[in-house]
């Protein structure tokens, strides 16, 4: 086994072409293997073995600088660079990250895991390398998914203008998650099939060459024609026209020919883009057949393909999903936008009834935020269906374009909380903070499945401005979702446990963790008060004067930043009323980035227990009280 030999990248270039090829297959045998047990991003891997051995084989990491865009698809530079023994840790809990990790190794320079970002950095690495003299390569590798982010076309304007010295490696599959989308996506595979580029180049290159023999005024003719011919056949002229040398499309699995045009890429002055084509999930037949599924494999049985799914109640974004499609039957107006998740969000049944109604804009969730502001504009009722963290990219859309405006936008938002093994770079932390501040904005968070179809159904029938609602990446909690549809009064909460020792404003699945605590409490002699703070934004003031006067200890539990989560709007209401004196605690994350494992660990790890809040209850209530 030739894998066993490869420690660090030097190890690679002690090998023949034909040993690479080895190495490329036990790479592929390595990886189906590891993930069937962990899980992971098998397609996206499986598509760059044979571009990280070139890589690897070429350059000499980590004084040369690889950087990969997302880094979903860096497992294989991670077998490279000495952390195939971590393997079986993979995305576990202070286990190996499933993404780039400086803490990781020295050959991990660049960090991701949101989309769109690699081309910047290679930008920043190649002017910082400049300026100081340097004589480092910087290699980008981005996929056809992350060319349509609106990040990577800033950087492309930079990149061409400047002419740095850096290699984009341009890893196109076709595929984003789902099949990519887009004119961007279109322009790619025209060049990627069209024949008729590459022979007419062959032929015009082919007269070009013989312009001097043809000698006389006609030669000064073809001349000047010359650029307009080359532009018109040669491919990728629209990367050309910004200002970068465009080479390929080449065979992204051909290893002779990837080596060969690398070292012809690393000659040329200035930016340079390799347009490589691969195959997502290469080399395992269920990934190549189906890569969108097996793009976040769950483990799965190698012989069959059969993944291993969780059983028990439907995952909240199927809840969502099936409410939505409910609700669209109803309300014509409805429109989906997904910014490239379709999947993930839960919206393929939608586009298979709508196909009309359901918009994929690719990984663009600030045009995806915008375009949802003007449909809503013209009478539309779009849902922006979004991961929590991947609306971050679209904040000042949604202050400038929609909150400002007051449009009837309804936010889906899903992975909102902890979201296990993708970690950090994921968490749905923040939008608590960042949505809740802004004016307009109702932001709501059901108690169980069936309170979110509920809340869909309100965010459908609200006509006041902006409407939110988050719900996390876990199963529901077995609820009958028998109930016919009905609205929620905006800005009500509502007693799940009486109690007249303490209280806890319990946020989504806290309240879970909230009635087991009370269940351990009342065993004590503590009776604590349950209620389901469903709604963030705007909170209910009347329960909350009535609290002040019951003068009970109150704790706040969110699975949400700590900064500027629900539990700081809990003390700037009471702070703003005057109302001094009241014993209230506040749990929710942290403020660090809490890293990968499963929600259970990470939960654990920043004390979001029902331990945690029994313990904290018994500190505020009085002692003679814990008897009573
Ligand atoms: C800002 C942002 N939006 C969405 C995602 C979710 N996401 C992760 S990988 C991916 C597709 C990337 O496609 P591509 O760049 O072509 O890589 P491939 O998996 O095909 O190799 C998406 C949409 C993300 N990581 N970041
Ligand atoms: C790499 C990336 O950003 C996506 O693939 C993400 O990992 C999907 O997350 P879910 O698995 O929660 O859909
Ligand atoms: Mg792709």
Sequence with gaps: MLLEQITQPKDLKQLSIEQLEQLATETRQFLVEKLSVTGGHLSSNLGVVELTIALHYLFNSPYDKFIFDVGHQSYVHKMFTGRMDKFDTLRKYKGLCGFVKRSESEHDVWEAGHSSTS?????????????KGDHNRVVAVIGDGALTGGMALEALN?????????IVVLNDNEMSIAPNVGALHNYLGKIRSDKHYVKVKEEVEYLIKKIPAIGGTLAKTIEKLKDSLKYMVVPGVLFEELGLTYLGPIDGHNLPVLLETLKQAEKVEGPVLLHVVTLKGKGYSPAEADSHAWHGASPYKIESGQMLKAVGPPMYTEVFSKSLIDLAREDSRIVAVTPAMPGGSGL????????????DVGIAEQHAATLCAALANEGIKPVFAVYSTFLQ??????????????????????????????????QGAYDIAFLRSIP????????????LRHMMKTAVEYNEGPIAVRYPRISGLGTSMDNPYHTIPIGTWEVLRPGDSAVVLAVGPMISLAMEAAEQLSKEGVQLRVINARFIKPMDE??????????????????????????????????????YGLRIKILGIP??????GSVQEQRKEVGLTSERLVSEVKALVPRRRQHA
Excluded: W
């Design 158 to 166: 930079h990149i061409g203008h400047e002419k740095k010295n850096l």
């Design 542 to 579: 009347a329960m909350l004067l009535q609290l002040a006067k019951d003068n009970l200890p109150i704790i706040t539990m969110e699975e949400g930043a700590l900064m500027g989560g629900f539990g700081s709007s809990v003390l700037e209401y009471y702070a703003n009323q005057n109302l």
């Design 591 to 596: 403020d660090y980035f809490v890293e990968h």
């Design 348 to 359: 393929l049944k939608f586009a298979d009834e709508f196909p009309d109604r359901m918009i």
């Design 440 to 451: 307009n904005m109702v932001l709501m968070m059901p108690k169980d499945e069936d309170e």
């Design 119 to 131: 081309l910047s950095a290679a930008m920043g690495m190649a002017i910082a390398r400049d300026l």
């Design 393 to 426: 990219r679209a904040y000042d859309q949604v202050v400038h374009d929609i909150c400002r405006a007051n449009l009837n936008v309804i936010f889906a938002i899903d992975r909102a909380g902890f979201v296990g093994p993708d970690g950090e770079t994921h």
